[in-house]
């Protein structure tokens, strides 16, 4: 006689090491090889609950596939289950084994039993191949209008497979959602509203057929507003949030293209944004997906900037990922409206010293998007105060991201030239080459600049312990412009001391010695060999 399910798993929790574990499941899957061999045993059930148990350890069972359409054919419920809940476990939909189910599942689903008609639903809901779904939509079409509540709902999930599945065969599902949304079963009305979503997805011209339900979602979606505490669907205090998001993304998928639409179900957004409790999740969903639709859809200004005050209270949630989404929509909405977003610059700048990675860099995002003429010193200057203490992880992006900010929104060259040195100071290493090159090309091209720019580089190469990037650009610039360092510095440059020649060239042989970079080397000797014809009194020694 074969043991029962918890006498394996009391023998399964009993084994100390992964090979006692393996040596209990091979015993045991020999012992259930032997048994599926005999047409007449009693316990094929309880075989395949068992193969069941040693599939969600990570065990092959797929030598009990043919086990389960045997018990899917049974007469019996309890094996009937069995034979489904494997049928979804230990096959899918590319299992040529599954195509020999389709005669049973047939007679299921029109059995008397609603339990034995579920069953077949709920496996075809999760398992159905194309072939499978083709031929059994007319039972499904017609089980979607039953009278039997249980199995509407489930008929109605299962035209959700069928319409990944077939999307040609949809024509027929489609007509009866508009009588649907009206059910009284709050299951099938669920069910519904993600079969419309799955449909208004899909096909263009099923949003142009389903503009007609949006007074009913709308009314739908009203009735809950003001329907205050409903016990059986409340969820901390929100009436129904998972109805509401549901009908949300509908209307986000019909408004999506049509002004008439969102005329409709403008003031139902700001209802819902304004009156919407975000004190709990189940609010902050529902005013998440309200957002979504509000940004998702030609709106009035008014309420984008009523969608985007929500996301800036995001920001300021304790909880990561509100914080997370919160950042990821406002990098979607500042390309369009992004003097609103403006306003919560502050809270995204903030961001930067979060814990999370994740965060961080879904701020640096934003911000760069952000980032204009006006208000580019201000961002910079707080990125740089980061930059200092930024981990390695994160110093990288955050110094490229600076880098391109400085380099398209520079006020001035000055401002440029002084920003890009402070970066090469504190972030040398990580400074990308087309970044150096482009400072050099830029330093060579304003005249006006290369007095100010020799003897800032000469300055941060003599006073600071310099990365391999700023000592390139310090010794091109000392190699380029060096008879330039005598002349008198700019009235800021913080420095009023003129270095003599010699100083210049001790500067070159210190680096020369000390630096162990081959390019380092080459850049000081071809520097060498240019302050050989400046720099006169230098000759011999050089």
């Known amino acids: 006689m074969s043991q029962r399910l918890r006498e394996l798993i009391r023998q399964v929790r009993a084994c100390k090491t992964a090979a006692d574990e393996r040596d209990v499941i091979s015993k045991e899957s020999a012992s259930i090889r032997s048994a599926f061999k005999d047409d007449d045993n009693p316990y094929r059930h309880r075989n395949v609950a068992k ?23 049974s007469p019996k419920f309890p094996e009937k289950r069995i034979g489904y ?20 599942l ?13 069953l077949a639903l709920t496996s075809l ?104 505490y409903s016990p059986e669907h409340d969820v901390s205090g929100i009436t129904d949030p998972f109805v509401q998001v549901k009908i949300l993304r509908c209307l986000r998928l019909l408004g999506a293209d049509s002004t008439r639409v969102v005329d409709e179900c403008s003031d139902l957004l700001a209802l819902v944004a304004t009156n919407t409790e975000a004190t709990r999740n189940a609010g902050n969903a529902v005013l998440y997906e309200c957002v979504q639709c509000i940004v998702g859809v030609p709106s009035e200004s008014g309420l984008r900037v009523l969608a985007i005050n929500i996301l800036g209270r995001f920001l300021l949630n ?18 369009q409206d992004p003097t609103s977003v ?6 995204i700048v903030d961001c930067l010293k979060d814990p999370d990675v994740s965060i961080r860099k879904r701020a640096l ?31 990288r992006s955050l110094t490229e991201k600076t880098c391109d900010m400085v380099q398209k929104f520079s006020p001035h060259k000055k401002w440029l030239l002084d920003t890009m040195l402070k970066i090469l100071i504190m972030a040398g290493e990580m400074v990308p080459d087309h970044v150096t090159a482009s400072l050099t090309n830029q330093i060579a ?14 300055n941060a190469l003599v006073s600071e312990q310099p990365k391999e990037q700023l000592l390139l650009i310090g010794i091109w610039c000392v190699g380029e412009y060096g008879e330039l360092l005598s002349e008198s510095p700019p009235a800021d440059d913080g420095t009023s001391k003129i270095p003599s020649d010699s100083e210049i060239i001790d500067l070159m042989q210190h680096t020369l010695i000390k630096s162990n970079s081959t390019v380092v080397a080459a850049y000081t000797l071809n520097a060498l060999a240019k302050l050989s014809t400046r720099l006169s009194s230098e000759q011999s020694r050089i």
Do not use: W
């Not at 403006?342 to 809270?347: A, I, M």
């Not at 998007?369 to 201000?378: D, F, G």
């Open 106 to 118: 047939k007679q299921d689903l029109e059995n008397a039993n609603q339990y034995i008609a579920g």
């Open 365 to 395: 995002e934003l911000i760069a998007l952000l980032a204009n003429e006006k208000n580019v010193r201000t961002l910079v200057k707080e990125m740089l105060n980061y930059l200092g203490t930024a981990d390695q992880e994160f110093k």
């Open 125 to 228: 809901s999760n398992v159905g191949s194309a072939d499978m779904m083709r031929d059994l939509s007319p039972e499904i079409e017609r089980m979607m209008t039953c009278s039997n509540g249980y199995l509407r709902k489930k008929a109605v999930l299962c035209a959700v497979r069928l319409a990944r599945k077939c999307p040609e065969l949809c024509e027929g599902v489609a007509s009866k959602i508009s009588a649907l949304l009206s059910d009284r079963n709050h299951g099938v009305l669920v069910s519904t509203l993600t079969l419309l979503e799955e449909l208004l997805g899909q096909d263009t011209d099923y949003t142009r057929q389903f503009k007609q339900l949006v007074p009913s979602l709308t009314r739908l979606l009203r009735n809950m507003m003001g329907s205050g």
């Open 51 to 73: 193969l069941l148990f040693m599939h969600l350890l990570g065990y092959p069972t797929h030598f009990g596939q043919m086990e389960c359409v045997k018990l899917i054919a």
């Open 85 to 104: 809940l494997g049928l979804m476990l230990l096959l899918d939909e590319n299992v040529d084994v599954l195509m020999l189910v389709t005669n049973s």
């Open 318 to 335: 304790r909880d990561n990922n509100m914080r997370y989404v919160a950042l990821n929509t406002l990098a979607k909405v500042a390309p």
């Open 445 to 458: 091209s304003a005249e006006e600049l290369q007095i100010y720019a020799v003897h800032k580089f000469y």
């Open 342 to 347: 403006q306003r919560h610059r502050n809270t």
